[in-house]
């Protein structure tokens, strides 16, 4: 029995559907820590799973999910979808397949003011232009689509920077220093 820290408690019984389920478990804590940005918490309690337990083909598949996910190979993770062993696998991989688009997607229009069509397809690994174009439309509308260019400069403009104040920060720093010296 292993337990993974957020009340999820994976039993190794015999039954197929038993399995199936401690593998959905298993895809609902790779999900819930894309979304947290925290998948480094559950990796380590998913490294102790027996060698029999890990002889299940949905288990083995969740476990190798999570370590594709681990490694940033966000490919090998939508890629998945078309070798799940159980069609109950389908719900969990299309939000993850939406967790890793939008979290690319966030990181693209922070790093570039704008990209090709195609570019974009390929960073969000979309198998076709007009995927893009509906994920564009329907989940950032903010984005600009023009002369084979998705154009990030409106989100930009939208989220204006703050100034951070470093001359306080650094007074702030110098005197926690004097504190901490005066206690030692």
Not at 41 to 61: Q, V
Not at 94 to 105: G, M, P, S, Y
């Amino acid at each position: 029995m292993l337990d993974l820290s957020r009340g999820i408690v994976i039993k190794t019984k015999k039954t197929e559907v038993a399995k199936v389920y401690a593998s959905c478990e298993i895809l609902v804590l790779v999900f819930s820590f894309a979304e947290q940005d925290n998948s480094g918490r559950g990796h380590t309690e998913l490294e102790l799973l027996s060698s029999a337990t890990l002889e299940n083909p949905c288990i083995k598949h969740a476990v190798e999910l999570e370590q594709s996910f681990m490694e940033g190979a966000y490919n090998r993770v939508l890629s998945a979808r078309q070798t799940a062993p159980d069609a109950t696998y389908v719900y969990f991989m299309d939000l993850l397949a939406k967790t890793i688009r939008d979290e690319i997607a966030g990181c693209s229009e922070k790093a570039y003011d704008y990209v090709s069509i195609s570019d974009a397809r390929q960073m969000l690994l979309f198998s076709s232009d007009q995927e893009l174009l509906t994920y564009v439309n329907e989940e950032h509308p903010e984005w600009e689509v023009k002369d084979g260019f998705v154009v990030f400069q409106k989100a930009k403009e939208t989220a204006p920077c703050k100034e951070i104040p470093s001359l306080q920060l650094i007074n702030q720093t110098l005197s926690y220093a004097r504190e901490l010296e005066r206690i030692v």
